[in-house]
Every structure is written in C-alpha cells, then in structure tokens.
C-alpha cells in the first residue's frame, strides 16, 4: 500500500511560480508511474502531467504545456510538478497519483493511490 502526500500548494499571484512535491511512502516508488490531476471548484477531475518510472517519458495536458514540468527522484521518492506563468484558472486542488506498471496514463481512473490534495489558488 503506498501512501502519498502532497505539499507546496499555496496562494500565488498570476504569472507567479509554484513546485508542488508528492512523497511517497509503503512501497517501491520505482515500480509507480506518477500523476497530478487537478480538480477546480464544481468541475470534474482533470489530467495535469504524468511520468513514467524511469523519469525520462512525461506528458502534458495542452493546457499547461510549456509551464507545467513533472520530474521525479526515485532516491527520494517524490515527485514534483513545477508551475510556472500560472493563471486564475490554474486555480484548483492538485492530486498527486500512482499506478504500477510502465504507462504513464493520462485517466484517472487508471491510478490506484490518491493523496489528500493540495490547494493552489491563482490571484489576477
């Protein structure tokens, strides 16, 4: 069972940067392919970046393309979701999540472990 604990959430202006980070614990973190998904008030979850296990395959959704970077460190098992030229509607709660297996999926639905979320709030 692998738990998984965002932080690094917070009130930025618009154009600001945030990192948000997930450590992982109870598992191999290496045999996890990572994801953050995002949920904004009264709208469905949705699709942020994911990576696969080997750090080197990652994809992004078209809407934070060239802002948005996820990275991992499998010695310290975390997994980070650098934001940069952020928006009001970047606002929302951002999951981080893990899957075994290779694919790095962009559903949701495919992920097994979910952490607690982390607020992210974009000011204009």
């Known amino acids: 069972q692998v738990q998984l604990v965002e932080s690094g959430g917070g009130l930025v202006q618009a154009g600001g940067s945030l990192r948000l980070s997930c450590a992982a614990s109870?598992?191999?973190?290496?045999?996890?392919?990572m994801g953050w998904f995002r949920q904004a008030a009264g709208k469905g979850r949705e699709f942020v970046a994911s990576?696969?296990?080997?750090?080197?395959?990652?994809y992004n959704a078209d809407s934070v393309k060239g802002r948005f970077a996820i990275s991992r460190d499998n010695a310290k098992n975390t997994v980070y979701l650098q934001m940069n030229s952020l928006k009001p509607e970047d606002t929302a709660v951002y999951y981080c999540?893990?899957?075994?297996?290779?694919?790095?999926?962009?559903?949701?639905?495919?992920?097994?472990?979910w952490g607690q979320g982390t607020q992210v709030t974009v000011s204009s």
């Open positions: 999540a893990g899957r075994l297996g290779v694919s790095a999926s962009t559903i949701s639905a495919d992920y097994d472990y």
């Open positions: 109870g598992g191999t973190f290496s045999s996890y392919s």
């Open positions: 990576i696969r296990r080997n750090g080197v395959t990652t």
